[in-house]
């Protein structure tokens, strides 16, 4: 019987894969956090309501929320 080994790509890509799969429901809870806290912010920002620091500090909040599993 002769032993087929999986090529060294086949599983750096599905390493990768499996990574991408764990960072998607993260990606997509920080996609509707930014959109829900940081970009309204962001407008206010333009027209002079907001601070760059609250601002910053919004994103890093967000950020501190969802993190990704590498960092």
Avoid at 22 to 51: M, N, Q, S, V, Y
Wanted: proline share 7%; aromatic share 8%; glycine share 2%.
């Amino acid at each position: 019987m002769k032993v087929i080994r999986r090529p060294a790509c086949a599983s750096r890509a599905f390493a990768r894969a499996e990574a991408e799969a764990a960072r998607a429901p993260i990606r997509e809870a920080r996609r509707a956090a930014f959109a829900a806290e940081a970009d309204p912010l962001a407008f206010k920002l333009l027209r002079g309501e907001a601070t760059q620091a609250e601002y910053a500090a919004c994103v890093a909040a967000i950020r501190a929320r969802y993190p990704y599993p590498e960092e």
